[in-house]
């Protein structure tokens, strides 16, 4: 299991690479709004920056005063569920850290959008098998199955769209900067505990996602958007 500490080590090893990138090219590429000091952009319905000097992501709070911020610890966790039961604890910025970096670290034409929808452990490849039992979010899918209609209404907080399959279902954006048309999406589906099965939250991407973030930065973003929709329907 990769500890707290561990976590810390990434993300501050995802920012050195980040910094070693020309902000120009990163300009011209993926025109995010900026400033001398920020970039700016959306992630899972929430707007950060990204300090252009030290490369740390905070939330925009609206005050015209703030400056860029030095590397902190910080005191906020996500639990990241493991197998066995057994969970850990990471940086409640490493995920969007991770999935910005590895986005604008990426050179060349933004790649084409086809349209098709794939799930998580398709991306895989040979260890998909491996994956498939985490990725049913079965624990995860139990504690939101009460909760369905906070469910459906945090949904379209984030702006998403109405899908036909399972018992709640959208495709809400989760990476949005002005070169992305649409943004980067992911596809929410779940499907309510009965008889036979249990729930399941099952999440699909778009079949080209993986030119735009690697398999395990999926992850990151699944587990971020768990967390979002967890935090907003469970009282």
């Known amino acids: 299991m990769t500890s707290a500490n561990n976590y810390a080590k990434m993300e501050e090893h995802a920012r050195n690479l980040f910094l070693s990138h020309d902000q120009e090219e990163i300009l011209r590429t993926w025109r995010p709004e900026h400033d001398d000091d920020y970039f700016y952009f959306t992630y899972i319905g929430r707007r950060y920056r990204l300090c252009r000097r030290t490369a740390v992501i905070t939330p925009v709070s609206g005050s015209e005063n703030e400056v860029c911020e030095s590397v902190s610890d910080g005191e906020d966790f996500l639990t990241v569920p493991g197998t ?5 604890k990471r940086p409640d910025t490493f995920g969007v850290s991770l999935a910005l970096f590895d986005l604008l670290s990426r050179g060349g034409p933004i790649p084409a959008r086809s349209g098709e929808w794939k799930l998580t452990s398709a991306f895989a490849g040979a260890i998909s098998s491996g994956h498939d039992p985490l990725l ?3 624990s995860q899918a ?3 199955d009460h909760h369905l209609p906070a469910l459906r209404r945090r949904l ?3 702006g998403g769209e109405p899908m036909d399959m ?3 279902s959208f495709v809400i954006p989760v990476i949005e900067l002005p070169s992305l048309q649409p943004p980067l999406r992911v596809w929410v589906q779940f499907w309510s505990a009965d008889e036979d099965f249990p729930a399941s939250l099952r999440f699909l991407w778009e079949a080209s996602m993986t030119q735009f973030l690697h398999y395990e930065t999926l992850w990151y973003v699944m587990t971020d958007v768990i967390s979002d929709l967890k935090a907003h329907t469970i009282p």
């Open 136 to 138: 049913s979010n079965m």
């Open 166 to 168: 399972g018992d709640v």
């Open 142 to 144: 139990a504690e939101l």
């Open 84 to 88: 066995g039961g057994a969970a850990a």
């Open 156 to 158: 379209q907080e984030l």
